[in-house]
């Protein structure tokens, strides 16, 4: 058994390849906090810049080309540059990017939403995923007057204080306490959350129906439904984070495919057409909280809700070309296809490089799972034991990244986003990268933990 870690010569290899790379991010460190934008986009020892995007490949700014799985960290089903899209985008910036005002756009962008998404009447448009969870805990909290609300562990909602508090230290990440003080964190098990809402009596529970972490961990009909029946019976609103599944999974979400209502939804990636914007969409009752309304004989108070972003008239015409195009299906399709295909492909080269890799696909996203095969207990497919896999096989996970850039493919650490414009031929030149990332690895003192002997 070989037991060296990420590999220095590997690591000496990818900081020759991408000179320019490494030029950005020597200037990055000393302008950028971080030294990146996004948690996700810092990499040791430097991450890749990229220059240009194009159907399913980017390139850098070496001018090395690589198959793209982030698409957009999921936001692009249609590809880089669909030309409805871009042409969308190009004649709306010709009128105008910014109107300071209300315009036809948005009301167009709300009647696809809601001519897509089952439970979906109204829609308020926010400016990031972030916002539209933040949002609609709020309304929750204004409809039903209640302070408590349940996340489910695992499960990822953006980056305020509620959407994440409970999973790291509170003082290091600077976590108000007073902000997190009625949040409750539970895992998806039925009769602990039966009992909760019952003791809690919360405004809400949020989750991810389509299986938390971008669909690593599971999902079925039989729960969601469960778990409407238990938030119905104790006032509770039920919130689909559907920012993940929603229009990939079926064009109407996990909701059209499980049947499952609940009272708020939201919406991001797609929704948006690939540029930035997101929405919480609900029920026509719950959703007058915006604006002052009666109900019940009951006079509400608006729920105050501003953002000098919201309903871009830019990311409003992306959205609603892609919108357009994704309502029958046709592009999910291809990009489940297209999922499968790479998943077999990856399996069987791990397999045949006896490397402890394996891959499952939730709709169209591929999980990788490190430490699987070399492990019994390794599961392959959605379960909690992924999430731990990738936090203990991180440095496995970052050696594969590493020769996955140096053979042509980028993608996420632990997992990919097909798009619909992901073509046979073009997971077929993935698979094979992956085969030469995979055999890279395995050569050498430096292989990682996931060769056997
Ligand atoms: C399920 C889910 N909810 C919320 C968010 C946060 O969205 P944003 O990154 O636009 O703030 C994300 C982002 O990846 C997500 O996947």
């Not at 910036?93 to 109204?122: D, F, K, M, N, T």
Request: glycine share 10%; aromatic share 6%.
């Amino acid at each position: 058994m070989r037991h060296a870690t990420a590999g220095t010569a590997l690591t000496q290899e990818y900081a020759a390849r991408f000179p320019q790379s490494r030029r950005l991010h020597a200037r990055a460190v000393a302008s950028l906090a971080g030294e990146a934008a996004h948690d996700s986009w810092r990499f040791d020892p430097f991450p890749v810049y990229f220059a240009t995007c194009d159907g399913a490949r980017k390139t850098d700014v070496d001018g090395n080309t690589y198959i793209d799985f982030w698409m957009g960290h999921g936001a692009l089903l249609l590809g880089h540059h669909h030309p409805d899209v871009d042409g969308a985008v190009a004649a709306q910036l010709r009128s105008a990017s910014h109107y300071g005002g209300a315009h036809a756009l948005q009301v167009e962008w709300a009647e696809r939403i809601v001519a897509l998404v089952p439970s979906a009447e109204r829609v308020r448009f926010v400016a990031s995923g972030t916002e539209a969870t933040l949002l609609a805990l709020r309304v929750a909290r204004s409809v039903t007057k209640r302070a408590a609300v349940i996340r489910i562990d695992g499960h990822f909602h953006g980056w305020h204080d509620e959407a994440l508090a409970k999973a790291i230290p509170h003082d290091v990440a600077g976590f108000n306490p007073g902000n997190v003080e009625n949040l409750y964190v539970l895992p998806f098990d039925l009769d602990l959350l039966s009992d909760a809402v019952d003791d809690l009596r919360p405004a809400a529970i949020i989750l991810e129906p389509g299986g938390g972490s971008a669909g690593a961990l599971p999902w079925s009909t039989g729960s969601l439904a469960e778990l409407r029946r238990l938030t119905e019976r104790s006032g509770t609103l039920l919130i689909f984070d559907e920012i993940i599944s929603g229009f990939r999974y079926a064009p109407g979400g996990v909701q059209e495919l499980s049947g499952v209502m609940p009272d708020l939804t939201v919406l991001a990636k797609i929704a948006a057409g690939g540029l930035p914007g997101a929405a919480v969409a609900g029920r026509a009752d719950i959703m007058r909280v915006f604006g002052a309304g009666i109900r019940d004989g009951t006079i509400l108070s608006a729920v105050p809700h501003t953002g000098t972003f919201n309903a871009s008239a830019t990311s409003a015409a992306a959205a609603i070309a892609t919108l357009d195009k994704v309502a029958d299906g046709t592009p999910q399709a291809a990009a489940d296809r297209a999922t499968g295909r790479l998943v077999d492909g990856i399996n069987r080269c791990a397999a045949a490089h006896g490397a402890a890799v394996r891959a499952f696909r939730q709709s169209s996203i591929f999980h990788l799972v490190v430490g699987a095969a070399s492990d019994e207990r390794a599961v392959v497919g959605p379960s909690p034991e992924v999430l731990i896999s990738q936090r203990t096989h991180r440095k496995d996970y970052a050696a594969l990244r590493q020769s996955l850039l140096l053979n042509g493919v980028d993608a996420h650490l632990v997992h990919g986003w097909v798009s619909a414009v992901h073509s046979e031929p073009i997971i077929d030149a993935a698979i094979e990268a992956f085969d030469r990332a995979l055999a890279r690895l395995g050569r050498g003192a430096d292989a990682p933990n996931i060769f056997r002997s």
